[in-house]
């Protein structure tokens, strides 16, 4: 049994931190116990998912689960794997769900009558989490096993939306549902679209947050940040992710290697002080702002141009409510592929299991994004592009809500 310090003044409570102090919620929790969670599945005073649920049900906590980037998150992108272990401390079974299959198996699920997800989303299509999901609602149905979604705000709000939403033909593991890039949507509200929309045809709760309103961004909920994924060490670039993301797509880097990854992008022949005074006259023409374009020179440590001094950016978001990142990102995307000629590069390789399509179209659910670039489109046609189908969307995500 562990104490547990008394709760801060926080503006909101997590699920999390509502299942440890509300006796009606833990009678809710039925038979053997698995839970989904990772490094960022904290309560207001640290304490992990795991000792919190550990504490509350005791020997009736089975099995833990880990997404992407592995359950304690030290596991880099693209691929790379994790495996399966038991706990060194908990002595419990930790099946990886991001290893020879994405799917849970009969195996992992035998003996749970209920799954647990705590997962720190960060309220981009193509962040994984919710991928995973989509695919465990579909499992945990097939075999009867309820699932408790412990709701966490999106640190990017849940008013606005971005980005075209994604074409059914490119549904993979970085597009499992038809969002937008940024979809506005908690984890509840995802698990909510799943069952509604999708094949999460299972028994479903959604232990929902207090406090937490849809104009609230990560800093505005007195929440610490702890990094979801080992390359997004602050809430900021969980902004800036939504555009800088598109860069995994290409050569240019997008700051891992870095301690600031996803804020920064560069490319070893980018000279950023003259590239930006350009730049910044085109967003001044587009209506760009809410942020700061800051030139800077970095040498990645790892992955692309490792060891390479690279000239760049970093994007400082200065205005939450202007900032627009998945647009920013696109336009930072065409500009540079017309800047850099023949140095600008699609990247080719796998890219989360797809083997066949340019990892930038598996990345925008779309080929047509990349044609606006390389046909150099007007701007109107990515507007185009963009909300293209949001109406329906916009009706189906209405429906799902659990928060004003």
């Given at each position: 049994?562990?104490?547990?310090?008394?709760?801060?003044?926080?503006?909101?409570?997590?699920?999390?931190?509502?299942?440890?102090?509300?006796?009606?919620?833990?009678k809710e929790i039925k038979g053997s116990i698995g839970l989904l969670c990772h490094n960022a599945s904290i309560d207001s005073q640290f304490n992990h998912a795991i000792e919190i649920t550990k504490s509350l049900f005791g020997p009736r906590l089975k099995k833990l689960f880990?997404?992407?980037?592995?359950?304690?998150?030290?596991?880099?992108?693209?691929m790379v794997e994790t495996e399966d272990f038991i706990h060194p401390h908990f002595k419990l079974p930790v099946y990886s769900l991001y290893s020879e299959t994405r799917i849970p198996t009969d195996e992992?699920?035998?003996?749970?009558?209920?799954?647990?997800?705590?997962?720190?989303?960060v309220g981009t299509r193509v962040y994984t989490y919710i991928s995973t999901l989509g695919l465990i609602m579909e499992a945990c149905g097939k075999k009867d096993i309820e699932v408790v979604i412990l709701d966490r705000p999106n640190p990017v709000g849940g008013d606005i939306i971005e980005g075209n939403v994604l074409d059914p033909s490119y549904k993979s593991f970085v597009g499992h549902f038809p969002f937008p890039m940024r979809h506005g949507l908690t984890m509840g509200e995802v698990a909510n679209f799943c069952k509604t929309y999708g094949d999460g045809q299972c028994a479903l709760k959604v232990i929902q947050m207090e406090g937490w309103k849809r104009s609230m961004t990560f800093n505005e909920t007195g929440l610490p940040w702890v990094l979801p994924s080992p390359n997004l060490p602050t809430w900021e670039?969980?902004?800036?992710?939504?555009?800088?993301?598109?860069?995994?797509?290409?050569?240019?880097?997008?700051?891992?290697?870095?301690?600031?990854?996803?804020?920064?992008?560069?490319?070893?022949?980018?000279?950023?002080?003259?590239?930006?005074?350009?730049?910044?006259?085109?967003?001044?023409?587009?209506?760009?702002?809410?942020?700061?374009?800051?030139?800077?020179?970095?040498?990645?440590?790892?992955q692309k141009h490792a060891q390479k001094t690279c000239g760049g950016f970093q994007i400082h978001p200065t205005n939450l409510q202007d900032f627009r990142p998945w647009t920013l990102g696109q336009v930072l995307c065409h500009e540079l592929f017309h800047t850099l000629?023949?140095?600008?590069?699609?990247?080719?390789?796998?890219?989360?299991?797809?083997?066949?399509?340019?990892?930038?179209?598996?990345?925008?659910?779309?080929?047509?994004?990349?044609?606006?670039?390389?046909?150099?489109?007007?701007?109107?046609?990515?507007?185009?592009?963009?909300e293209n189908n949001w109406p329906e969307f916009l009706n189906k995500r209405e429906s799902t809500l659990l928060y004003k």
């Open positions: 049994m562990i104490c547990f310090q008394e709760e801060p003044m926080t503006k909101i409570h997590t699920g999390l931190e509502l299942l440890k102090i509300e006796k009606n919620f833990q880990g997404p992407q980037h592995g359950l304690i998150t030290d596991v880099q992108d693209n992992m699920l035998e003996g749970i009558d209920t799954l647990l997800i705590d997962l720190q989303d670039s969980a902004f800036t992710f939504v555009g800088t993301v598109l860069f995994e797509g290409t050569f240019i880097s997008e700051g891992r290697g870095t301690t600031r990854s996803l804020e920064i992008v560069g490319h070893p022949n980018l000279e950023p002080y003259s590239f930006k005074e350009k730049f910044l006259k085109k967003c001044e023409s587009l209506e760009l702002s809410g942020f700061n374009l800051r030139p800077l020179y970095f040498r990645p440590t790892f000629g023949p140095d600008f590069q699609w990247n080719k390789s796998p890219y989360e299991y797809e083997f066949e399509r340019p990892a930038i179209d598996m990345i925008n659910g779309t080929h047509t994004i990349r044609e606006w670039i390389e046909e150099n489109r007007p701007w109107e046609d990515l507007k185009g592009i963009e």
